[in-house]
């Protein structure tokens, strides 16, 4: 006999868990079934990230990063309250060292503003008083940024999922899915499942398992490694916000970072280097697979083309850790070669488009049954309650074949 379920997830980690949530609080009587390969939640990429809950300075106004991250400050806060996960709304500088970027500084600004965040401008000498370990020529203070343990979150929504009647099934890959007009058959190395609904959140593995349901996808995963580093021998406030560069406008990324973790001490990082594995976190990690489908991917070169100088400074940022470092004493001099000791890696799932382009907002696939979450890079975690409350209210709509 076949496995029934009338609500299919495919991926454990922060937007699948939330997901599984917000469906179970739509409808209680509801079967609803997790599949995660992994053995326990948070494994790739909602278990290796920077823990910043983002206030949403950054994102074209409009977008759907723009939306869901300034809904999801308040819906990450209000779970982390409701259930004792730590969070501190630290506050975050973005700090500007040099006239061209005092000038983006500006920009900046005022896109922050056309989003209706709170940012404040602080010139140097407030700079100095807000933060004397910082040296920059002016600054945006974001009060709403804030800190926790992404991690920490999915697992305790896995938890409640649990406790309130839903399933969980570990070590279970979906390998494919067949869409009918009665069902969604889903097979996995333990058998097949079939399914009224089917929300896949496969994060690095997405543009596959969306292939894999029998959809193009419109895109590739590139994998690329953020590394980190955490800062030792440092007083404990050496920094009391977390200090941000102005992002280049030549790289898709934020920049490389000082943050107060939750658990205690800082990090600084993650920058961004092409990983040889999407679910590889050490340097040498290698997968001939992974490596031959990027490297057989139009749109990887021609990305590399158009970001070929940003590309080779991520890579000698990565091989030395004295260029490593002066991306970070532009802004905090205090900090020593010596002070830098390895800390755990994250690797991101990018979504490249044929053309080179890297796609910047949040992506979903739809079919008639199946809602595929594609990209949902940084700031996806802050985000995840209202993309999970957006595949709720979308998922049972009726869907037209465009
Ligand atoms: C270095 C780094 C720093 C970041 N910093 C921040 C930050 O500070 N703030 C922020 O908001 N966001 C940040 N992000 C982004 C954020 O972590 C991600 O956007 C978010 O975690 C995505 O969640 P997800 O559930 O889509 O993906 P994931 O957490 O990657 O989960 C996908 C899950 O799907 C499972 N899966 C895949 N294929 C299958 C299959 N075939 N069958 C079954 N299961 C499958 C995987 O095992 C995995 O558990 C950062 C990311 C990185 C990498």
Redesign the pocket.
Same mark, same amino acid.
């Given at each position: 006999m076949k496995d029934l379920t009338d609500i299919l997830i495919?991926?454990?980690?922060?937007?699948?868990?939330a997901t599984a949530l917000e469906l179970q609080s739509c409808d209680g009587a509801a079967k609803i079934t997790v599949?995660?390969?992994?053995a326990t939640?948070?494994?790739?990429?909602?278990?290796?990230?920077?823990?910043?809950?983002?206030a949403g300075v950054y994102y074209a106004p409009g977008s759907l990063k723009a939306r869901f991250?300034r809904a999801?400050v308040q819906a990450t806060e209000a779970f982390c309250t409701e259930h004792g996960v730590p969070f501190d709304r630290v506050g975050k500088l973005i700090v500007a060292t040099s006239d061209a970027e005092v000038t983006r500084l500006s920009a900046l600004g005022m896109r922050a503003r056309s989003n209706g965040i709170d940012i404040q401008d602080v010139d140097e000498a407030a700079l100095r008083k807000m933060e004397p370990h910082i040296n920059g020529r002016a600054a945006l203070f974001s009060p709403s940024t804030g800190i926790t343990d992404?991690k920490q979150m999915?697992a305790v929504m896995a938890n409640l999922f649990v406790q309130r009647g839903g399933i969980i099934r570990y070590g279970?890959?979906?390998?494919t899915g067949r869409e009918t007009s009665t069902h969604v058959a889903v097979t996995?190395h333990h058998g097949e499942i079939h399914a009224g609904r089917v929300v896949?959140? #496969? *994060?690095?593995?997405?543009d596959?398992?969306i292939r894999?349901f029998g959809q193009d996808p419109g895109y590739r995963v590139v994998p690329?490694r953020?590394e980190?580093f955490r800062l030792l021998n440092q007083p404990d406030d050496l920094v009391r916000h977390l200090i941000y560069p102005v992002p280049d406008p030549e790289r898709p990324f934020l920049g490389v970072h000082l943050?107060r973790k939750i658990a205690g001490g800082f990090t600084v990082?993650?920058n961004a280097v092409l990983a040889f594995k999407r679910?590889g976190y050490k340097l040498t990690d290698f997968s001939a697979k992974d490596l031959s489908e990027t490297f057989g991917y139009a749109g990887f070169w021609r990305m590399l083309a158009q970001n070929a100088g940003s590309a080779v400074s991520e890579l000698t940022a990565s091989v030395s850790k004295r260029a490593y470092l002066k991306r970070i004493r532009k802004y905090c001099s205090h900090v020593q070669l010596k002070d830098l000791s390895p800390y755990p #890696? *994250?690797?991101?799932?990018q979504a490249v488009a044929p053309d080179g382009n890297i796609i910047d907002d949040f992506l979903f696939v739809r079919s008639a049954r199946c809602l595929h979450?594609g990209n949902?890079?940084?700031?996806?975690?802050?985000?995840?309650v209202p993309i999970a409350a957006h595949i709720a209210t979308t998922l049972f709509e009726p869907h037209t074949q465009s």
């Open positions: 495919v991926g454990g980690g922060i937007i699948g868990m599949l995660e390969k992994e939640p948070a494994v790739h990429q909602s278990g290796h990230n920077s823990g910043v809950i983002h991250c999801g992404y999915t279970e890959q979906v390998i996995t896949t959140c #496969a *994060g690095l593995q997405s596959r398992v894999t690329f953020g980190f943050t990082g993650p679910e #890696a *994250g690797v991101r799932a979450v949902a890079p940084s700031p996806a975690a802050t985000a995840a």
